[in-house]
């Protein structure tokens, strides 16, 4: 299955995914990785590897539409079967959701519906909760609100920090994101090679 990683930052969702298909653990290929960053250092890392990177700035474009049309142009390119949202800060446009319906999926640092957005694990920690986690779910046009296809549950202990709570859930991050993808990719495979909208139950 070949892959494109949309990215806006460190990139190590990214690094753990191309660790995933290294240590085949993961049957897939990241054949891009789109950044709208120019300076974010998911670039470097992607370059290390030789994965081939789109970096673009949204301002040089008239609109989402112009960006979405050149990034659709480069998914064709590499014959891109789905769609990995990696820490990418951008609300994807119709253009783009309608090329790739039910091809585009997200990692989110919290059990959703709760905390959709920025800073989820800042809003959890200040919340008050004493249970948080990680979601993956396809992405529709709303912010962090597709159909959910796995979570994980990450329980807020006594003697946790903030710092301590970012690590574990980042740590469930790069273990459950190419897991769920390897989901995906069997199932695609027993489909004949087309991607269906599934639900995960369990990791
Ligand atoms: C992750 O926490 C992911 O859940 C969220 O953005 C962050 C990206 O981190 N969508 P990184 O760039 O993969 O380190």
């Known amino acids: 299955m070949k892959l494109a990683v949309f990215a ?27 950044c709208d960053k ?26 989402k539409a112009a960006f979405e049309i050149d990034i659709i142009s480069k998914l064709e390119e590499n014959k891109v079967d789905l769609i990995v949202l990696a820490g990418y800060m951008r609300l994807i446009g119709s253009t783009l959701l309608e090329a790739y319906h039910d091809r585009i999926i997200n990692i989110h640092p919290s059990l959703l519906p709760a905390f959709p957005g920025k800073d989820a ?9 004493k249970v948080t986690g990680v979601t993956v779910h396809y992405v529709d046009e709303g912010m962090d609100s597709g159909p959910i296809i796995a979570q994980e549950a990450v329980y807020v202990k006594e003697t946790d920090s903030l710092s301590s709570l970012t690590k574990a859930i980042q740590s469930i991050e790069h273990r459950i994101y190419p897991d769920t993808i390897q ?12 991607t269906k909208n599934e639900h995960k139950t369990s990791v």
């Open 38 to 63: 120019p300076e974010a250092s998911v670039i470097s890392k992607a370059e290390a590897l030789n994965i081939p990177v789109f970096a673009f700035r949204p301002k040089s474009y008239e609109n």
């Open 121 to 129: 694990i800042g809003q959890a920690w200040e919340s008050g909760v």
């Open 8 to 34: 806006s930052g460190s990139g190590s969702n990214f690094q753990a995914i191309a660790d995933a298909i290294q240590e085949n653990r993961l049957e897939a290929e990241i054949s891009l990785v789109i």
């Open 183 to 194: 989901w995906l990719n069997n199932k695609r495979i027993s489909q004949g090679g087309k």
